[in-house]
């Protein structure tokens, strides 16, 4: 008996310390917030294999293929400090920009323009973009200053106010034609059987006849739905992953010429502006975490390619490859660029794509 419960004793006192060294080793896991959990989960699914799974250079499994620059170390808190909330977060939600010398997109001081990062502005929501940016922080042992939680209270009060004023707005054109009816009757059944004086009938007419009166309600109402427009563009941003419907089919009938160029543009955007090679090899050259692109030509048709190519996420939901923002100029280019893409079949098969 007495030897049982001196066992016993020591059962609780064990497994907390053995608690303790599992939350430590997993890097205290257990007393991650929801939004950090979030933001492990989405890096674990579109940055790690750049990146690696603390951040270090050389750790993804992607990092030695890449062209360069390749990422720098996320883990390292000396240089990440120097970077602000806001910093980081417009470095993973930004538009693309073509880097050719010369020839390319006019690039600002402020702007990040490599790449090989590419961009989530098109694949993911704000919100989910601030969890990852508060995920990278403790990567470097910091924590997100910014308030993300604040930032959305003030999109939704926004998109309420909006909301009702928008509401206020209708009653009051309501309202107004409403009065503007009533006074066209009254004035109607006025000139019924009644001496009405010349020149107050010639008022009432004209007033009649005025089909385009435009009323200050109206012009009101308008503003009010604009401004509506444009809090729930703002919340729906924030709140909700980017869609990208009714792409139109692209016009592949060109002349040689137009064709000769448009694979020598669209091999430019694949390397300076889209970075589509820190992903993809051809010829061996390049990242490994998409399929290798040297057959692409044979094996894929061009429509299906310049769909893809600009909202892969419609094709195929949770695939790593990113919603680029590509712009349908760029795609058709891109899409021409990919057809000249005819490698004789390889020794060895293709991996199938992850
Ligand atoms: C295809 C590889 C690749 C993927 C995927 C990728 N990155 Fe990067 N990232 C890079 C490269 C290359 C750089 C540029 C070199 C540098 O500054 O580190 C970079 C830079 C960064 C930087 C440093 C920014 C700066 O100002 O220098 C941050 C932060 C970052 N990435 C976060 C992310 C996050 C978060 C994700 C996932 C949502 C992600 N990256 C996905 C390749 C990648
Ligand atoms: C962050 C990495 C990444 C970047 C950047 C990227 N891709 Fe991809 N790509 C992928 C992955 C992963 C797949 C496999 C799709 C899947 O099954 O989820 C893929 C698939 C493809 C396919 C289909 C290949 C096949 O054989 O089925 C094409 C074509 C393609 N990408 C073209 C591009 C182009 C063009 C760019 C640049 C505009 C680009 N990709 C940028 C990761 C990337």
Not at 63 to 69: A, K, L, N, T
Not at 108 to 113: H, K, Q, R, T, V
Not at 116 to 129: D, G
Not at 130 to 151: C, I, K, N, P, Q
Request: charged residues 30%.
């Amino acid at each position: 008996m007495m030897g049982t419960w001196r066992a016993r004793r020591w059962v609780i006192p064990v497994s907390v310390v053995g608690l303790c060294v599992v939350v430590v080793m997993s890097g205290c896991v257990l007393f991650e917030d929801e939004r950090t959990a979030k933001g492990r989960k989405l890096y674990n699914h579109y940055c790690m294999h750049c990146h690696g799974e603390h951040g270090r250079q050389g750790e993804g499994y992607n990092w030695q293929h890449m062209p360069d620059p390749r990422p720098r170390d996320l883990s390292d808190e000396a240089t990440m400090s120097t970077f602000s909330d806001e910093e980081i977060f417009s470095t993973i939600y930004r538009d693309m920009k073509d880097t050719t010398p010369e020839v390319g997109d006019p690039i600002g001081d402020e702007e990040f323009a490599v790449p090989t990062m590419p961009t989530f502005k098109y694949t993911l929501s704000e919100e989910e973009i601030w969890d990852v940016v508060g995920y990278v922080r403790t990567l470097h042992g910091m924590s997100l200053t910014y308030d993300v939680e604040a930032r959305k209270k003030q999109l939704e009060q926004d998109l309420k106010a909006a909301e009702e004023e928008l509401k206020q707005a209708q009653a009051a054109l309501a309202a107004a034609e409403q009065r503007m009816a009533e006074a066209e009757a009254q004035a109607a059944s006025a000139d019924v059987g009644t001496d009405v004086d010349e020149s107050e009938e010639d008022v009432a007419d004209e007033e009649m006849d005025e089909e385009e009166v435009v009323l200050p309600e109206e012009i009101a109402l308008e503003k009010a739905q604009l401004r509506y427009e444009q809090a729930k563009k703002a919340w729906e941003n924030f709140t909700k992953r980017p869609r990208r419907l009714n792409i139109p089919r692209p016009d592949l009938n060109v002349s040689d010429d137009e064709r000769a160029e448009l694979e020598k543009l669209g091999k430019r955007l694949y390397e300076n502006k889209y970075g589509c090679h820190a992903c993809h090899s051809i010829n061996q050259q390049g990242g490994i975490v998409g399929p290798p692109l040297d057959r692409a030509g044979f094996r894929l048709n061009g429509t299906w390619i310049y769909r893809w190519i600009l909202y892969p996420q419609g094709i195929k939901k949770h695939t790593r490859m990113p919603n680029l923002g590509v712009t349908e100029d760029d795609a058709k280019a891109l899409t021409f660029f990919l057809k000249t893409l005819r490698a004789p079949k390889p020794d060895r098969p293709i991996p199938p794509p992850e």
